[in-house]
Nanobody, 120 residues
């Protein structure tokens, strides 16, 4: 069984910063990539940032250099450093992992989500 647990969300004012964390645990053989998605009210879930096992990254255009994704391989943890936050960034942020489990092979897992609210 694999679990992804997000943390770090909260309420911030425009221009503020937050750091999201996602820790993967369980019978994991290998993690191919980890990513952050977000879903705002009434909108589709969208990719925010992704990082592969080799360290390559990909960001959504709307991030515009404001967010940084990183990974601690030893802890199976991915981070999303968010700065210059805008009200439009308000959403539930979800952690995703493309991984290989010991018992089930390649699989895709999602965290429960963490709320980020940017408001005055």
């Amino acid at each position: 069984q694999v679990q992804l647990v997000e943390s770090g969300g909260g309420l911030v004012q425009p221009g503020g910063s937050l750091r999201l964390s996602c820790a993967a645990s369980g019978s994991i053989f290998s993690i191919l990539s980890m990513a952050w998605y977000r879903q705002a009210p009434g909108k589709q879930r969208e990719l925010v940032a992704k990082i592969t096992s080799r360290g390559s990254t990909n960001y959504a255009e709307f991030v515009k250099g404001r967010f940084t994704i990183s990974r601690d391989h030893a802890k199976n943890t991915v981070y999303l450093q968010m700065s210059s936050l805008k009200p439009e960034d308000t959403a539930v942020y979800y952690c995703n992992a493309d991984l290989i489990t010991i018992s089930h092979g390649r699989d895709d897992h999602w965290g429960q989500g963490t709320q980020v609210t940017v408001s005055s």
